[in-house]
């Protein structure tokens, strides 16, 4: 098994090249989604978080309220700290268990939005960056998701910088420029990874 850890900033386009990776054959296992499976009303998770943040992160059905966590701990490196020393370990085990039954053969993706952040590079034997330049991410961000500009600048800033990711990397995928030739580069980084995972161990 070939395990792939991607990465990328905020609105770099990073769910574009797992979606095309997945449609060449690759196994995903998304952290993002683990992240929300593991604080799931009724979970653990989900206690943890309520203890450290109160009930004023839960929406009035239960669940989380992640845009109001996340207007908490995006402020606050401190309370950032706390909710991923709660949530990362979850997501870890999780994560492990989502590969138990994977094939021997298989490339499994890992889409990892802080590998940088929280040094999990070593975790992987080939590391990908998706490379948006900030400008772009600011104009996907306020322009596609809806957000101020205030509030995607504090995002992007909470993580690595591009020269942080590029500098863990085995391959930067520039996306910068049109979905065909992005499709072109994961097209190309797909050829590499089969004949990494073909080679003898």
Same mark, same amino acid.
């Given at each position: 098994?070939?395990?792939?850890? =991607?990465?990328? &900033?905020?609105?770099?386009?990073?769910?574009?090249?797992?979606? !095309?990776?997945?449609?060449?054959?690759?196994?995903?296992?998304?952290?993002?989604?683990?992240?929300?499976?593991?604080?799931?009303?009724?979970?653990?998770?989900? %206690?943890?978080?309520?203890?450290?943040?109160?009930?004023?992160?839960?929406?009035?059905? &239960?669940?989380?309220?992640?845009?109001? =966590?996340?207007?908490?701990?995006?402020?606050?490196?401190?309370?950032? !700290?706390?909710? @991923?020393?709660?949530?990362?370990?979850?997501?870890?085990?999780?994560? *492990?268990?989502?590969?138990?039954?994977?094939?021997?053969?298989?490339?499994?993706?890992?889409?990892?939005?802080?590998?940088?952040? @929280?040094?999990?590079?070593?975790?992987?034997?080939?590391?990908?960056?998706?490379?948006?330049?900030?400008?772009? *991410? =600011?104009?996907?961000?306020?322009?596609?998701?809806?957000?101020?500009?205030?509030?995607? !600048?504090?995002?992007?800033? %909470? *993580?690595?910088? !591009?020269?942080?990711?590029?500098?863990?990397?085995?391959?930067?995928?520039? @996306?910068?420029?049109?979905?065909?030739?992005?499709?072109? *580069?994961?097209?190309?980084?797909?050829?590499?990874?089969?004949?990494?995972?073909? %080679?003898?161990?």
């Amino acid at each position: 098994m070939l395990r792939v850890g =991607l990465t990328g &900033g905020i609105g770099s386009g990073k769910s574009e090249v797992s979606r !095309r990776l997945v449609s060449l054959g690759a196994v995903l296992v998304d952290a993002d989604a683990v992240a929300r499976e593991v604080v799931e009303p009724g979970t653990p998770g989900l %206690a943890a978080v309520v203890e450290e943040f109160g009930k004023e992160v839960l929406l009035p059905d &239960g669940a989380l309220d992640r845009e109001k =966590l996340g207007s908490i701990v995006f402020a606050d490196d401190t309370k950032r !700290r706390r909710l @991923n020393a709660i949530v990362h370990p979850l997501v870890g085990r999780r994560m *492990q268990e989502l590969v138990e039954d994977v094939p021997p053969e298989a490339i499994v993706v890992y889409d990892v939005p802080l590998l940088t952040e @929280n040094d999990l590079a070593g975790m992987y034997e080939f590391v990908v960056v998706v490379d948006t330049p900030v400008e772009e *991410q =600011l104009r996907r961000l306020t322009a596609l998701r809806g957000m101020t500009e205030q509030a995607a !600048r504090a995002r992007i800033a %909470a *993580q690595a910088t !591009r020269e942080e990711r590029r500098a863990v990397s085995d391959r930067v995928i520039d @996306n910068s420029g049109t979905l065909e030739t992005l499709a072109a *580069q994961v097209d190309e980084l797909w050829t590499e990874l089969t004949r990494r995972a073909a %080679a003898p161990a």
